[in-house]
Every structure is written in structure tokens, then in C-alpha cells.
């Protein structure tokens, strides 16, 4: 249990980019064109920190492995994000960066001529078919996430559609996999304080006070429901997800900061609408540990059988 649970902090520390800030802003007109911005920051001591630590574990184990920041360096990188969001489907891509007050930040901004093509691209991008050669399982996430469980869909109202996302945590594990979340509804009083101590432990460390992460998206229609997002008070068009690194914590955790039940909105939908709505297929329902209970007749007629073979 007590690996397990280790096993669950590690997973979940490595969702939080606790040193990073990161803000992305959606506009999709009703022609199914749009806008994107995006800015990524990270504090340069914290990382610098970081290098020096993964350098000196490195080199106690001996040997030479993959350089953990490299990805980080070519995000970071002005040529390849730009390169990277035209491939994705964006056009009259810019970006720029700049260090300020100890962060270092890269701001990207590019229009989408077609969120239909941006969707087909995501499903069908290099990294999703990289994922399914290397690992099926992981792949499978990602094919789900890009090709499926992400973007418009059709609802109940002819007039209403519903824009997903982040799928619910569930929706992605391969069939009849236990979500790792629900280890942590099995932890004692003396587990929860060990994991505490030690998210506290790296809060002080790589300042997870100061991350943030923000998504926002301004919809061509008044939004009128919405699950785990906030719905501006002044602009019936646009909602708000904020994660700041202040308020993590257990609890918030277990809930996946409402990604666990995945992040939606449903707006009015605007005459000619440009966007191809999906078919939303309904999950399906998974016992706790990927294994369907027994009847209570079958159960029952099986130790019947079992007390007359020993009997």
C-alpha cells in the first residue's frame, strides 16, 4: 500500500508543473475559424535547481541518459513552436520571448482557418502515432484524447452544442484499468499526513505557490451550462479554468481539480454553424479495480458447489 501510494504522489507531482506558468486563450467564431494565444513561463532558478539535481543523480548512477529538459528546451525554442503550430493547422503564427523578474516566457499567437482540419490534424499527428509504436496503452489515451473525446458535439437540443475540454480521466484508461485516483480514497490518517508532508516538502522546493494554469475560451454563442469551468460575469460568451499551485492539495487532487469529471461548456449554437458536431458516445460503466462483482446468485450458487465438494 505504502508503494502504491508513493506511486500515486509521484504520478501526481508530475501532472503539476510546479515552477511553470502557463496561459491559453480560445476564440472560435461561428464559422469555425478562431484565434489562439498562449503564453508558457518558468522560473529560471527553480529549473536551474532542477538540472542540478537530475546532473548529480545522473551521475551517481553512472552512465549517460536522456537529457529530462530537452523537450523543454525545444518548446522553448522559437523556430520549432512556430514550426510545430503550423503544422497543427494555425496560420500567421508569431511568437516571442523575454525574461522578466526572474521567469522566463514565450508568448505564441496564430489564427485557426479551420477547427474541423485542426481536429483531423491533432488525430492523426506524428505524436499520436509515435505513442501507439512505443506503448498501445498510452497511445490508445492519446488517440482517444485527440481523435475522440475532445471538441464539439452534438446534445439533446437541436440548438445547443456542447464543447469538451478535457475528457473525464476515466474516458481515456484502457478498458477496465482502476483509475490511480481512487488509491488515494483508501489512504489512513497516518498515510495522508506522510503524503502531505511531502507535497508541502515540494511546495517549498520547486515554489508550487506560484504556478498557474489558465484556460479560456470565448464561445460564438451565450453559454448556458457548464462542468468544472467558470462562466465569466461579465461576458456570457467566455469560460475560465484556473489551477493555481496555492490551493493544491489532497483533496483537490482526488477531484483532478474537476478534470476527474472532465471539463465542459454548452453554449447556444449560432445560425450556420461551421464546426462538424461529433456523436457523443456515452461511457461506459467500470466497477472500481476493472473486474464486474459477482451476482449474489451466482455467488451464492458457487459456494453451494463448494460446500458439497468439501462436505
Same mark, same amino acid.
Given at each position: 500500500?505504502?508503494?502504491?501510494?508513493?506511486?500515486?504522489?509521484? +504520478?501526481?507531482?508530475?501532472?503539476?508543473?510546479?515552477?511553470?506558468?502557463?496561459?491559453?486563450?480560445?476564440?472560435?467564431?461561428?464559422?469555425?475559424?478562431?484565434?489562439?494565444? #498562449?503564453?508558457? *513561463?518558468?522560473?529560471?532558478?527553480?529549473?536551474?535547481?532542477?538540472?542540478?539535481?537530475?546532473?548529480g543523480?545522473?551521475?551517481?548512477?553512472g552512465?549517460?541518459?536522456?537529457?529530462?529538459?530537452?523537450?523543454? =528546451?525545444?518548446?522553448?525554442?522559437?523556430?520549432?513552436?512556430?514550426?510545430?503550430?503550423?503544422?497543427?493547422?494555425?496560420?500567421?503564427?508569431?511568437?516571442?520571448?523575454?525574461?522578466?523578474?526572474?521567469?522566463?516566457?514565450?508568448?505564441?499567437? *496564430?489564427?485557426?482557418?479551420?477547427?474541423?482540419?485542426?481536429?483531423?490534424? +491533432?488525430?492523426?499527428?506524428?505524436d499520436?502515432?509515435?505513442?501507439?509504436?512505443?506503448?498501445?496503452?498510452?497511445? +490508445?489515451?492519446?488517440?482517444?484524447?485527440?481523435?475522440?473525446?475532445?471538441?464539439?458535439?452534438?446534445?439533446?437540443?437541436e440548438?445547443?452544442?456542447?464543447m469538451?475540454?478535457? %475528457? %473525464?480521466?476515466?474516458?481515456?484508461?484502457?478498458?477496465?484499468?482502476?483509475? %490511480?485516483?481512487?488509491k488515494?480514497?483508501?489512504?489512513?490518517?497516518?498515510?495522508?499526513?506522510?503524503?502531505?508532508?511531502? #507535497?508541502?516538502?515540494?511546495r517549498a522546493?520547486f +515554489?508550487? =505557490?506560484?504556478?498557474?494554469?489558465? #484556460?479560456?475560451?470565448?464561445? %460564438?454563442?451565450?453559454?448556458?451550462?457548464?462542468?468544472?469551468?467558470?462562466?465569466d460575469?461579465?461576458?456570457?460568451?467566455?469560460?475560465?479554468?484556473?489551477?493555481?499551485g496555492?490551493?493544491?492539495?489532497? =483533496?483537490?487532487?482526488?477531484?483532478?481539480? *474537476?478534470?476527474?469529471?472532465?471539463?465542459?461548456?454548452?453554449?447556444?449554437?449560432?445560425?450556420?454553424?461551421?464546426?462538424?458536431?461529433?456523436?457523443?458516445?456515452?461511457?461506459?460503466?467500470?466497477?472500481?479495480?476493472?473486474?464486474?462483482?459477482?451476482?449474489?446468485?451466482?455467488?451464492?450458487?458457487?459456494?453451494?458447489?463448494?460446500?458439497?465438494?468439501?462436505?
Amino acid at each position: 500500500m505504502k508503494r502504491t501510494l508513493s506511486l500515486v504522489l509521484v +504520478a501526481v507531482l508530475a501532472l503539476l508543473p510546479a515552477c511553470m506558468k502557463l496561459s491559453v486563450g480560445n476564440t472560435v467564431n461561428a464559422d469555425g475559424s478562431g484565434d489562439m494565444e #498562449m503564453s508558457l *513561463g518558468y522560473k529560471l532558478d527553480t529549473v536551474e535547481m532542477l538540472k542540478g539535481m537530475v546532473e548529480g543523480q545522473m551521475g551517481e548512477e553512472g552512465g549517460e541518459g536522456e537529457d529530462p529538459f530537452a523537450k523543454m =528546451d525545444e518548446v522553448f525554442d522559437e523556430k520549432k513552436m512556430k514550426e510545430s503550430m503550423t503544422k497543427a493547422g494555425m496560420h500567421d503564427v508569431t511568437t516571442k520571448i523575454e525574461e522578466k523578474d526572474g521567469w522566463k516566457t514565450m508568448t505564441v499567437k *496564430g489564427k485557426i482557418k479551420s477547427y474541423d482540419e485542426m481536429m483531423k490534424k +491533432a488525430s492523426e499527428s506524428d505524436d499520436v502515432k509515435k505513442a501507439k509504436a512505443e506503448d498501445p496503452e498510452v497511445g +490508445a489515451m492519446m488517440d482517444k484524447l485527440m481523435g475522440g473525446s475532445f471538441g464539439f458535439f452534438k446534445t439533446d437540443k437541436e440548438d445547443v452544442v456542447k464543447m469538451s475540454l478535457i %475528457p %473525464p480521466i476515466g474516458d481515456l484508461l484502457p478498458g477496465g484499468e482502476e483509475n %490511480p485516483l481512487e488509491k488515494l480514497d483508501e489512504m489512513d490518517e497516518d498515510q495522508r499526513a506522510m503524503i502531505e508532508q511531502q #507535497m508541502e516538502q515540494m511546495r517549498a522546493m520547486f +515554489a508550487l =505557490d506560484q504556478m498557474k494554469v489558465e #484556460m479560456r475560451v470565448r464561445l %460564438p454563442g451565450e453559454i448556458i451550462d457548464a462542468q468544472g469551468v467558470k462562466k465569466d460575469e461579465k461576458d456570457a460568451n467566455v469560460a475560465t479554468w484556473t489551477l493555481k499551485g496555492a490551493d493544491v492539495g489532497l =483533496d483537490s487532487v482526488k477531484s483532478m481539480f *474537476g478534470m476527474k469529471n472532465g471539463l465542459w461548456v454548452k453554449f447556444k449554437k449560432p445560425a450556420n454553424f461551421g464546426i462538424t458536431l461529433k456523436e457523443e458516445k456515452k461511457a461506459e460503466s467500470k466497477p472500481v479495480g476493472g473486474t464486474t462483482p459477482k451476482s449474489p446468485e451466482k455467488k451464492s450458487g458457487e459456494e453451494e458447489k463448494k460446500k458439497k465438494e468439501d462436505g
